[in-house]
C-alpha cells in the first residue's frame, strides 16, 4: 500500500483534526457531508459507552446522507492516545474494529499490534509525528500515513518548519502524508500540497465553525487573536503545546508557571474533578494560524470557501508556468 486512495474521492484534500473538548458528531458528520475527513478524540466522550454512541451516530447519519443523496461521504476518524497513561485504549480500541472505523489516528505512541489489529479489518492508521525519530518509530510499526506536525500548530505541536520537516520524513516515508500547522485558508492548503504532502490537516480553523463544541467567548478570541498571542508550554498537560495567551491570563497562569513541565497523565484527565474539568475547560489551544481566521461559519460555508481558495491559488501557480520557463 502506498497514498490511501480515498483522497482522490474527497471535496478538497484536507482532513479536520480530532480537537479535545472540540470535536464532536455534528462536526464531523458536517465535515464528511462536504467532503472532508471529519475525525474525534475517543476521549471526547468519558465513557467507552458514549464513544460507541457517537460512533453510531455519526455512521447512521452519513448512511442516511448516502442514502438520500447518492453522493459517497468522506470516510471519518477517531484519535486514540496510545500512552500507558490512557486506561481505556484497549477498550475504546475494540470498538473502533466492532464498527470498522475507516481511519484511526494514533498520538503519544505507535504500536504496530494495534496498526495490525485496524488492519484486519481494513482500516487505515495515521499517527502524529513532530520529528524524524518518531517518524521511523511509526514507520517500523506499519502506520499507513504520517501526520507531521510542525511549528504553529494547535494543540501539541512541533518546532520545526513545515518545509525541511516535509522533505526530510518524504526521503524514507513513502506512504500518506500529511501536513498539519498553520492552515486556515484554501490557499494554505494547496500551499501543503506543493510542500510535497498529500493531505491538509486543520485544527483551529474549524474550532471556528458553527458544529464545533466551542464556546462563543472562544471562537470570539480566536478570531481577536494575532500570531504573538499564541503561547508555546509544556506546563498545561506535560506534552509542548500552542494555547492562546488571553485564555492563560484568565486563569491567572504566569510566566513563571507556564516555565514549568506538568506531568502527562491521561487517565487523570478523565477521573478530574467536575470544578477542575470546568476550570481546564477555558485554557484553550491554538494554532499560529489565527491570523487568517475573521470569521465562524458553518462548516458547510467553510469548506466551500475553502474550496475556492483552493482552486485559485492552483491557478494562479499554474499561470507562473508561462513567465518562468
Not at 471526547?44 to 459507552?49: A, G, L, P
Not at 498539519?180 to 490537516?201: F, K, N, P
Not at 462548516?299 to 481558495?309: C, F, N, P
Request: glycine content about 8%; some cysteine; charged content about 25%.
Amino acid at each position: 500500500m502506498s497514498k490511501a486512495t480515498f483522497i482522490k474521492e474527497l471535496s478538497l484534500p484536507a482532513i479536520a483534526a480530532p480537537m479535545f473538548l472540540i470535536s464532536g458528531p455534528k462536526l464531523v458528520i458536517e465535515c464528511c457531508k462536504n467532503g472532508v475527513v471529519g475525525t474525534f478524540p475517543a476521549l471526547n466522550q468519558r465513557t467507552t459507552e458514549g464513544f460507541e454512541e457517537w460512533i453510531i451516530e455519526i455512521k447512521t447519519a452519513l448512511a442516511n446522507f448516502e442514502a438520500e443523496t447518492g453522493k459517497k461521504a468522506a470516510p471519518f476518524g477517531v484519535n486514540l492516545i496510545v500512552h500507558k497513561t490512557n486506561p481505556r485504549l484497549k477498550a475504546d480500541l475494540m470498538i473502533c474494529v466492532k464498527h470498522k472505523v475507516p481511519l484511526i489516528i494514533t498520538s503519544l505512541g505507535a504500536v504496530s499490534e494495534l496498526v495490525n489489529t485496524v488492519h484486519q479489518y481494513g482500516g487505515l492508521v495515521f499517527h502524529d509525528v513532530i520529528k524524524k525519530r518518531h517518524a521511523e518509530k511509526a514507520a517500523e510499526a506499519g502506520v499507513d500515513g504520517l501526520i507531521l506536525v510542525a511549528a504553529g500548530a494547535g494543540g501539541h505541536a512541533g518546532t520545526i518548519n513545515p518545509m525541511p520537516l516535509v522533505a526530510e520524513i518524504k526521503g524514507f516515508f513513502k506512504k500518506t502524508i500529511l501536513l498539519a500547522g498553520c492552515i486556515s485558508t484554501g490557499r494554505d492548503i494547496a500551499s501543503a500540497l506543493q510542500m510535497g504532502a498529500d493531505l491538509a490537516y486543520m485544527g483551529t480553523r474549524f474550532i471556528n465553525t458553527k458544529e464545533s463544541k466551542a464556546p462563543e467567548a472562544y471562537r470570539d478570541m480566536i478570531i481577536e487573536s494575532g500570531v504573538n498571542d499564541i503561547v508555546y508550554t509544556a506546563a498545561i498537560s506535560g506534552v509542548s503545546a500552542n494555547f492562546l495567551r488571553p485564555s492563560l491570563e484568565k486563569m491567572g497562569i504566569t510566566e513563571e508557571m507556564l516555565n514549568r513541565k506538568g506531568k502527562v497523565d491521561f487517565g487523570e484527565e478523565l477521573t478530574v474533578k467536575e470544578e477542575e474539568a470546568k476550570a481546564w475547560s477555558t485554557i484553550w489551544s491554538a494554532g499560529q494560524g489565527v491570523t487568517g481566521i475573521h470569521d465562524a461559519p458553518s462548516v458547510k460555508d467553510l469548506i466551500a470557501d475553502l474550496k475556492l481558495e483552493f482552486r485559485n491559488a492552483i491557478e494562479e501557480q499554474y499561470a507562473h508556468l508561462k513567465t518562468y520557463r
